[in-house]
């Protein structure tokens, strides 16, 4: 079957003919007249139909009547203005941004659907019909109003993926304060929220997109920034920024907490001209947040044959450790170094699976290659509460000494360092 509108003097759209390919026959005329169905871009109320022979087909010429007619749009009408009322009470009534949106994009529906059946109302001839004293472009101004100054996370997680729904098999990175690697709690709840409105994958190698984003703390509230990157191009199909209101994050932490040393380990980054390093998890290098019971696969790669080890800081609410990380089982300080060969250079090599868990908070990495065997370590001892080898009294000193160490290294040695940063979180 197939539609398509016909003029027919002032009905313009509201006629149609609905075509029948079959034998003309009467028992073909009763199975048309049982199975017409009448559509519009305007709504049609009381249609009638005319079945007539044409050649092969079967025909339906389809009016309305408008003495007929006129009192089913009146009442339709008359619901309309009722629901509209209503609505409108209830938006004056509500403090709660989630449901204010809701009412007004419902009452913004509502009066797209009485202007449409006022237009044909106004055609059959209707009387009396109801006053509305909203106007579509008042509802328009306080959804944007709403959307621009957003006070819930609910609603503002909900207008923030309108952006990007249509895309699929998207990693979604929480977003990091600007100059930070730090997830904060804030970062963690936001990504929480947008999560159920977003189609994502949990596997990055998988992804098709990646929705990287960043957050600066102003005056009158967070500035939210995002970016949807291709995967395979690695190229910005569209970006999106919100600005929300100090009620949406009042009840999270929203700046770094160890921005210090964040800036402190990163900065001092130690890069050979010949000799590289990288350090990275199976979930990628940015944006890290991983949850209690989560299984994180550390991976690290050097570019030649060469030696390493590496050193972890702990920043929790119960403790803040530089520590030497162990490797394997050897004895004394063989069992803080590594080595690749040859064969395994240029290529990515696990240095174990970990469970997260408790103590929560900042877990940071630092991975130290030379291509000379590793003659010494940073003077460490072994702390009974904590179980960790430590390297001084807190994560500042751990990296004074590490660095330190590097910069007393012979010109000849090729020294190369990489960093990472992780959150962990219940």
């Known amino acids: 079957m197939s539609e398509c509108p016909i003029e027919r003097g002032l009905w313009g759209i ?45 025909e339906a010429l389809v009016a309305l009547s408008p003495k007929k007619v006129q ?6 009408l008359d619901t309309l203005a009722k629901e509209i009322k209503v609505l409108q009470e209830k938006t004056r009534r509500t403090d709660k941004a989630v449901v204010k949106e809701e009412l007004l994009s419902k009452l913004l529906s509502n009066l797209n659907e009485f202007d449409r059946y006022h237009s044909v109302a106004i055609i059959v001839g209707v009387k009396d019909i109801p006053k509305i004293r909203v106007t579509k472009a008042s509802i328009e101004y306080q959804l944007l109003e ?3 100054n957003l006070d819930s996370l609910e609603l503002a997680a909900k207008y923030f993926s309108e952006a990007f729904r249509a895309y699929s098999a998207i990693y979604l990175y929480p977003p990091k304060v600007a100059h930070s690697h730090e997830i904060t709690p804030f970062a963690k709840a936001f990504s929480l929220h947008v999560k159920p409105y977003l189609q994502t994958t949990h596997n990055l190698r998988r992804a098709k997109y990646s929705l990287i984003g960043e957050y600066t703390v102003g005056k009158k509230g967070l500035i939210v920034s995002y970016d949807l990157i291709d995967s395979q191009r690695h190229e910005r199909i569209c970006s999106k920024t919100i600005t929300l209101h100090p009620k949406v994050y009042k009840q999270y932490r929203v700046k770094a907490k160890n921005i210090s040393f964040d800036a402190l380990l990163h900065d001092g980054v130690v890069v050979s001209s010949s000799l590289k390093t990288s350090l990275a998890t199976n979930k990628g290098t940015e944006d890290l947040l991983f949850t209690q019971g989560e299984e994180i696969e550390l991976l690290l790669k050097l570019n030649k044959m060469g030696y390493y080890y590496l050193v972890g800081y702990t920043q929790t609410n119960h403790a803040k450790l530089a ?22 250079a240029n290529h990515w090599i696990s240095i174990g699976t970990f469970t997260v868990e408790a103590p929560f908070g900042i877990e940071s990495l630092q991975l130290i290659a030379s291509n000379k065997k590793i003659s010494k370590l940073p003077e460490h001892y072994y702390d009974e509460k904590s179980g960790y080898y430590l ?10 000494k590490t660095r330190g160490l590097i910069r007393k290294k012979s010109k000849k040695q090729e020294i190369s360092e990489a960093v990472l940063l992780f959150t962990t979180a219940k």
């Open 14 to 58: 509201l006629v149609e003919n609905v075509r029948y390919k079959a034998q003309k026959s009467d028992k073909v005329a009763s199975e048309a007249a049982s199975k017409i169905v009448v559509s519009s871009n305007l709504p049609i109320l009381g249609a009638e139909f005319e079945l007539f022979d044409n050649n092969d087909n079967v």
């Open 71 to 76: 009192k089913l749009y009146a009442k339709k």
């Open 146 to 148: 709403l959307h621009h």
């Open 323 to 344: 520590y030497l990380l162990e490797l394997n089982e050897g004895t004394g300080d063989e069992r803080f170094k590594g080595f690749v060969n040859a064969d395994d």
């Open 391 to 400: 390297i001084g009294k807190n994560p500042q000193e751990g990296l004074a």
